[in-house]
């Protein structure tokens, strides 16, 4: 399949019921950098990235990779190439080795190349010392390491993470940083936060979500001095959990 260059929403919304959750998104990805999606709790971050990753099908809108819409037919072959890891993510009720390798073993990754992909992940990771440590015996900061070492291993081409540091303290959230930022340099990552300084430290390019709404996007100058007064107000951190961690 042809590398990825573009991937773009139009007009994408998402209803739950009486709820809409996402209201007419447009938005353009190019295939490296990392794209922050911010906002406060309930903004719709989360649907956003479930709808990028191929998880979950927009109510109205069209989703297009490389100029070529997403069809029903197009989207179990491209989700292969996504992975999106979870807040809360659950680890499967094993060890840390098994965990990282489990992605591999399903896709028959020669063995070699698996122990060799498995070891560099771990070691970038802080991992290395764990992998018979049983993921139940973690911390959190730990378990979330082995759930982006997961998804590293299995080397997609775009990497999708829900506030993957919300709720760790500064080493882990330093660790997983640079490896958002290693990624980048060669493909895409699309991650969302509700931290302004995170956002600073990380974004090549912004969103702002607030109630379903894209209310602005370009570089991270657009929280230095805002003109939307929902972005102002959630940058001083009186809207969400702006200045609460990092
Ligand atoms: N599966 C669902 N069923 C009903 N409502 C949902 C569902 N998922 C999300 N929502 C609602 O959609 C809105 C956006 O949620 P979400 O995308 O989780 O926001 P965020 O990740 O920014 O906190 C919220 O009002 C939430 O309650
Ligand atoms: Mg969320």
Known sequence: MVALKMIELKGVSKKFDGIVALKNIDLKLNSNGVYVIIGPSGAGKTTLLKILALLSKPTEGHIYYNDVEVDDKAISPLRRRFTMVFQNTVLFNTTVYENIAYGLKIRNLLKDEAVKRIRDVMERLGLNGLEKRHVSKLSVGQQQRVSLARALVIEPDILILDEPTANLDPENT????????????????????????????????????????????GKTSILDDPVDERVQRFVRGETGYALNHG
């Open 174 to 217: 330093a660790v997983i940083e640079e490896e958002v930022l290693e990624f980048s340099k060669t493909k895409t990552v699309v991650m969302s936060t509700h931290n302004v300084r995170q956002t600073f430290r990380l974004a090549d390019r912004v969103a702002f979500l607030y109630g379903g709404l894209l209310i602005d996007q």
